[in-house]
């Protein structure tokens, strides 16, 4: 109860007793006797209880409004027990999570960490296993030769025990004692002899042994050795070289290409120059161009040549033409064969067709005729699977008048042929050499029928997609 309260009821209680005690209860009956005290009495009992009972009714109120404020309190300070108990346990959660996350991390370090320890164990071992092997054939080869030794001295013994007992034979019956202990200790000289022999042959036996083991762990180091010269030159031929590199060794392997075709009446006679290099599949070597840089046109009709002949030239060195093959995927690429005789006379470098054609975004892209060179960045395109297709937004001259055009030569960054520019955006990779048609060279060539052949090759050109003629 509040102490204000008690109050009040204390002083209530006080002023009733005091009332109380001012009336004579023995004049209460009696007639004449003035009533003006009870009536005062009652008069002030009747507002005390009233003030009473205001003041208890304003306690309650005010104890009411403070246990209703006291309860939100409560209430509130609940609800926010409740949200810092949740974020508590989201925060425990998240600790957990991490020292989970701690803990793994922890265990594959060990694991790294004793994996390395093993391998550095291994090699020591290796290495002490080497060492030892060299040291026990070293002792062994000793061993060997001093066993030999003693043999042969055992041998000698033998022999001149044996000319002792011959000589022996030879005397009197008196020195028949003594012939039979030198023949007892020629027998014990056999016994030690075949025993060394023996020994001899065992220590043989391991010293081979000893000897494969050394051959197996030397094979080893030279897998080993092999291995990591493969690796290596794996890993320098996948390195990018700069497009000056590749063109300065594209100037210093280049090979000039001269063709010359020959038919009877005026402009009888067209020769055509370009420069290009020798390229591999690994099988078979050859040089090629775009049929646009030989004296080919195609057209309907064809012309019909009677004479073709051609060279290939680098620095003094001079190989002829046999035969022109028109590539079966686009014939406007055309090459040459190349045999191994004449690659020797030629020298220089032979490319390799690129085995990973997307392994780089750009290219080094050469300009056969007109030298100039750049990098370029090309694409996929899906519709047209055999060509990549030049990005012209992104051209990177470098040195010349930089206009990519049909024939340009195109390089991996690596060095090797991707393929050959067919026209102005898309370049045919050169992945096989599959002919669609073949030109021998030579004195007369009217029946190979040339003007059939250009006419059925411009008509396979001009059904390829819009793009790509």
Known sequence: MNRSILIVICDFLLVSLLAFSTVDINKVGQEGSQPTV?????????????????????????ERKGRDQLLGELTKARETAGKEQALLGEREKQAQALQQELQAKEKEAARLQQEFATAQTNIQTLNQRLQSSSVEALMTKEKLAAMEAEARKKDDQAAA??????????????????RQQLAGKLQVAEVER???????????????????EKAKLAEGFKTLASKSTELAKEVRESRPLAPNTIFNEFVTNRVQARFLATRPGLFSNKSKDTETVLVSNGTNTFALCHVQDTPFTFWNPGTEWEQLSGTLNRNAAEIPIHSLSFHSQDPRVVWMPVSEADVRRLGGKVYRLSSDPFKFQDAVLVGAREGYYGECKFEIDLTTPE???????????????????????????????????????????????????????????????????????YLRMMEMPFKLQ
């Not at 009536?39 to 005010?62: G, P």
């Not at 025990?161 to 003594?178: C, D, G, I």
Request: hydrophobic letters at 40%; glycine letters at 6%; charged letters at 25%.
């Open 38 to 62: 009870n009536v005062e009495i009652a008069t002030n009992q009747v507002d005390t209880a009233k003030d009473l009972t205001a003041v208890l009714r304003l306690a309650l109120d005010e």
């Open 161 to 178: 025990l044996k000319q002792q007992v011959a000589q022996l034979a030879k005397n009197n019956e008196q020195a028949q004692n003594e």
């Open 194 to 212: 075949r025993v060394a022999a023996e020994q001899a042959t065992r220590l043989k036996e391991e010293v081979k042994v000893e000897r494969d």
């Open 387 to 457: 060509y990549l297709k030049l990005d012209r937004s992104l051209l990177k001259g470098l040195f010349g008048k930089f206009n990519p055009s049909r024939g340009d030569l195109v390089f991996s960054k690596t060095g090797e042929l991707l393929g050959i520019m067919a026209n102005s955006t898309y370049c045919l990779m050169i992945r096989n050499l599959g002919a669609g048609a073949t030109f021998q060279f030579g004195q007369n060539v009217k029946d190979q029928h040339t003007g059939a052949t250009l006419s059925m090759l």
